[in-house]
């Protein structure tokens, strides 16, 4: 069963705190990315990654990092959380080719910033 | 104009009814239609996806996409709870790696 996993499904965070998210893929899957999920605003892309070490902004990549060292992984990094930045994040994975219009979604790690 | 428009909803039908979801798109280059599933506390899923303009079935969902009014639909038939869902609209002009998604809809279907 493919499985893309979320290190937290809640997490918690005080301004001003830098905070990762870890995402990790079993699917041997090229592509990679992090979306943010507000209610109003639908799926907004922050970055992806298409290779390890390559990483695009998308489209509201501003307080966002992202790091993609192994094939699997790609980690999204507050450096300084704010509370706007107070959402639902799912990251995503997808071959490369056509098949890349089928990504596969992890539960989301809900991120609250107080 | 934002380049993918999605309606929120919520839909709330009965069991059995037609169900009908919809999306328009300004990018003329968007060339590959999807549309997601999202159940309550999971990530999205993808349900099916078309290319180009026409339609596709997959058993009682139905997608159509007419290019030149730049509008998507889908269609599901004798509706089910279990079609309870935000179900989200996504585009691609195939040339990147890229989707773009509409808010979603939030359906109910109730027993």
């Known amino acids: 069963d493919v499985k893309v996993t979320q290190s937290s499904r809640y997490l918690v965070k005080r301004t001003g705190e830098k905070v990762f998210l870890e995402c990790v893929q079993d699917m041997d899957h090229e592509n990679m990315f992090w979306y943010r999920q507000d209610p109003g605003l639908g799926l907004r892309l922050i970055y992806f990654?298409?290779?390890?070490?390559?990483?695009e902004k998308g489209d509201i990549p501003e307080g966002y990092s992202v790091s993609r060292e192994k094939k699997e992984r790609f980690s999204l990094i507050l450096e300084s959380a704010s509370t706007n930045q107070t959402s639902m994040y799912l990251c995503?994975?997808?071959?490369?080719?056509?098949?890349?219009?089928?990504?596969?979604f992890g539960p989301g790690t809900r991120l609250t910033v107080l | 104009q934002k380049e993918v428009e999605q309606d929120p909803g919520p839909l709330s039908v009965p069991e059995g009814a037609i169900v009908s979801l919809n999306c328009t798109y300004s990018n003329s280059a968007f060339q590959y239609f999807m549309w997601y599933r999202q159940y309550s506390r999971k990530g999205p899923e993808l349900l099916m996806y078309t290319y180009s303009s026409g339609n596709k079935e997959d058993g009682r969902f139905t997608a159509q996409v007419d290019k030149s009014s730049k509008y998507i639909s889908l269609f599901i038939r004798d509706s089910q709870p279990s079609d309870s869902a935000t179900y989200l609209c996504?585009?691609?002009?195939?040339?990147?790696?890229?989707?773009?998604f509409g808010k979603g809809t939030l359906l109910t279907v109730n027993p």
């Open positions: 990654s298409y290779d390890v070490k390559m990483k």
């Open positions: 995503a994975s997808s071959p490369k080719g056509l098949a890349y219009l089928e990504q596969f």
């Open positions: 996504a585009m691609s002009g195939g040339s990147n790696y890229k989707l773009t």
